[in-house]
């Protein structure tokens, strides 16, 4: 019979990356973890990891283990809040493009705290594709991403509408078709970045093999940047908005590459009550948001 307590060192492992980064956050010594591991080995009657230069690696049978080791160990969780008859608790781990940290998470992670506040908010910032990984990885519980993946591993709930616009310099001539930017340079988030295929996509460049790139992990340096000369580069309307002072020139793209839906995105199956209190709530501001839209249009 499998041990909670082991389940709960044996992913420790797999998301801290070794026994000595899961000793630290279980607050137990090295050789205790080593124990836990080798206990449920035993249990299992196979082995978890493969054990190559000091380092762990997850075998077959140990990355099987993990999916139910997680769902094993939220359904424990949940059970003895609900006899408990307690609120969710624990640590909710989200991850976020940079503009939806900025422009649109602060109200929802506010009025999230107010109705979950035992549970302790991680969040991450990364590109869409680094985001998706991290997901799949189990390093985070879920994200707000660019761009929903197929059916399948993931499920997604679409929440933020957001429009795409190429920046310039103010003294940059006017910008109607791509030819118009043919000698600037590209201001980016690095590979990975939904927007920045998008950009590609309008250029006609689909993998950005031709066009010149400054990467960058900031808005805030991407439009200093821009404003400064360096180049040009494509941003949410949303992140313009939070940035009044910015000294850029604005240029509309086509719709087909400028508009998107931010989806919130969760490994299927997997939802903890920490996070089922977060998804509820962004279903109530998506119905309020649509029935405040239709009643302006009404």
Partial sequence: MMDLTNLRVFVAVVEQGGIVRASRKLHRVP????????????????????????????SRSGELLLSYAVKLLRLADEATCALAGEAPS???????????????LPQVLAEYHNAAPE???????GTNDALIGAILDRRVDAAFVAEAPPPGDL???????????????????????PKDVAHDSLISFPNGCAYRRRLYAWLGDSNGATTKTLDLASYHAMVACVGAGAGV??????????????????HPLPRQHSHLVTPLVWRRNEQSR?????????????????????????
Avoid: D, Y
């Fill in 119 to 125: 549970v302790k908010v991680e969040l991450i910032t």
């Fill in 274 to 298: 920490a996070l089922a209190v977060l998804v509820e709530q962004l279903k109530r501001r998506s119905r309020a948001g649509a029935a405040a839209r239709s009643a302006r249009r009404g």
């Fill in 233 to 250: 580069a494509v941003v949410p309307e949303s992140v313009l908005e939070i940035m009044p002072l910015a000294r850029v020139q604005r």
């Fill in 31 to 58: 050789s205790n973890i080593t124990t836990r591991i080798k206990q449920l080995e035993a249990s299992v009657n196979t082995q978890l990891f493969h054990r190559h230069k000091q380092r762990l690696h997850l």
């Fill in 155 to 177: 499920a997604s709930l679409p929440l933020f509408s957001e429009r795409l616009t190429l920046i310039s310099a103010m003294a940059h001539p006017p910008v109607r078709k």
């Fill in 90 to 104: 624990g640590t909710l781990r989200l991850g976020a493009l940079e503009s939806t940290a900025a422009s649109r």
